[in-house]
Every structure is written in C-alpha cells, then in structure tokens.
C-alpha cells in the first residue's frame, strides 16, 4: 500500500554532511509519523529521529545537536541532514512512516552511509 524509497547515502570524510531524502507514495492516507532509523554492522536497528505531522521532532541522543529531521507534507517526502558525522554514524540508514488510521509502520530498503577518512 505505501513505498518508501530513501536516496542520499555515500560515503563522506568525518565531519561532514550528508542529507537523506525518503519519498512515500501509494498510499491514500498521508502520512502520519515519520522517521529514520539505522543499522550498524553486528548491532541491532535503533531509532535516529521522528518527526510528526505537525512537525514535533525526537532524537537520539547520539546524535542531536548534529542531525536535523524535517518534512514535506505536500510531496510525503521526510528528510534527514546530518552534519559533524563521525565514523559510528557508518550504518544502513532506513526510513520510517506510519500511515492511516492504525499508523501501520512501513520501510524503505535503506541507505548506506559510510564515515571515514
């Protein structure tokens, strides 16, 4: 019913920037949560930040203050950008959207985003 397709991984030096994009399509409803979430090599998925409808944001604590969460309501699309990056943000980077009256949780296929120099 929806398709989340995430773009803008790559590999980038440590403090650097580099910003995701996850576009949501098929759908009827719009979308109501949204997020990102990663997966670093040998360690469980874990959530980096959410955004809602009405644009309230939540971070992790490893990485607020460096990364920013944002939204377009018009084109469901939600975006992560992240700057300062150190090597521990190296991780598939997954986006997240809940959708309809039940906000059931669909994915996208993830993003690598490599930190190193």
């Known amino acids: 019913q929806v398709q989340l397709v995430e773009s803008g991984g790559g590999l980038v030096q440590p403090g650097g920037s580099l910003t995701l994009s996850c576009a949501a399509s098929?759908?009827?409803?719009?979308?109501?949560?949204m997020g990102w979430y990663r997966q670093a090599p040998g360690k469980q998925r874990e959530l980096v930040a959410t955004?809602?409808?009405?644009?309230?944001?939540n971070y992790a604590d490893s990485v607020k203050g460096r990364f920013t969460i944002s939204r377009d309501n018009t084109k469901n699309t939600v975006y992560l950008q992240m700057n300062s990056l150190k090597p521990e943000d190296t991780a598939v980077y997954y986006c997240?959207?809940?959708?309809?009256?039940?906000?059931?949780?669909?994915w996208g296929q993830g993003t690598q985003v490599t930190v190193s120099s």
């Open positions: 997240n959207a809940q959708a309809g009256p039940s906000s059931y949780n669909y």
């Open positions: 098929g759908s009827l409803f719009k979308m109501n949560g």
């Open positions: 955004i809602t409808r009405g644009g309230n944001t």
